[in-house]
Nanobody, 124 residues
């Protein structure tokens, strides 16, 4: 099982980036997939979650209306579209899968595989 996060980079405030989480070794649509981030000196936090079978999505309040997560099951990939980026969005972003098939939540303790992370830097 592997998750490969990519798509990070440097962008100006107000700009957009799309992160990709390419899954291998398992069928990602059967599991909740979450995006998490960790800013320098801060704890890792959950950003978004898409439930198994596209059963629903969750976003942390700070990104609602700006970020969108979606699946491409044909590519076994989950995306995080990030618009209207702010300097406070600067962080390393990770994707992760939940341990339970059919899961619809992305609690950090329930995620059993994590990608290596991709750095997003938003300049003011």
């Amino acid at each position: 099982v592997q998750l490969q996060a990519s798509g990070g980079g440097l962008v100006q405030s107000g700009g957009s980036l799309r992160l990709s989480c390419a899954a291998s070794g398992f069928t990602s649509e059967y599991y909740a997939i979450g995006w998490f981030r960790q800013a320098p000196g801060k704890e890792r936090e959950g950003v978004s979650c898409v439930g198994s079978g596209d059963s629903g999505t969750y976003y942390v309040d700070s990104v609602k209306g700006r970020f969108t997560t979606a699946r491409d099951n044909a590519k076994n990939t989950v995306y995080l579209q990030m618009d209207s980026l702010k300097p406070e969005d600067t962080a390393v972003y990770y994707c992760a899968k939940h341990r339970v098939a059919g899961s619809n939540i992305c609690d950090m303790n329930g995620m059993n595989y994590w990608g290596k992370g991709t750095l997003v830097t938003v300049s003011s």
